[in-house]
């Protein structure tokens, strides 16, 4: 993680390195300090951006948990369309319930439980890895049929919210982008 902390106005921050941190340190060191000496960074940074960072995110039960497995994953095989299994259900939406009702398989992003694709009935909604076809190819397919030829609800809960602000500081309008 690297960058001006949301918290604390020029208190820069460079952690997390995991076992690359020698060999990122001149690199992240250079970018630190253009970016405290020009006010922004000399590159894209985004992926490593402190910003990108949510407030749940630094609760120790769930560092814990996701750095653990994190860490012992590191040298497995690494599948395509992996979900993490650990620090999960931190935010769910409030139709959370309806949709494992349905089926749903549900993914993480952003901390958010959000349903990736639907079992049909009598099937197990859980991820078996392949670097072929998925097994739940043929069930994200029905899932498209049906959104394109019918009628479809899409929970948005996960979505970002952006606000715009009036002049005088209070909340116009919700954003839409």
Known sequence: MLGESPEVKSLFVACGFNSI?????????????EWIDRGHPPIDVADVDIRRM???QGNGKYLYERATEALGLLYQVHWP????????????????????????CFGEVAGWERPNWY??????????YSYGRQNWF?????????VRESVAL???????????????GFADSPMIS
């Open 21 to 33: 941190g020698i060999q990122s340190a001149g690199g992240a060191g250079k970018v630190l300090s």
């Open 54 to 56: 949510s407030p749940f």
């Open 81 to 104: 369309y992996y979900q993490y299994e650990t620090a999960r259900g931190v935010r769910k939406s409030p139709f959370h319930g309806q949709l494992a009702e349905k089926g749903a």
């Open 138 to 146: 043929p069930y994200a397919a029905e899932e498209h049929r049906a």
């Open 154 to 168: 899409f929970d948005q809960s996960s979505f970002a919210k952006f606000m715009r602000y009036a002049p005088n």
């Open 119 to 128: 079992a049909p009935s009598g099937t197990e909604p859980r991820y078996e």
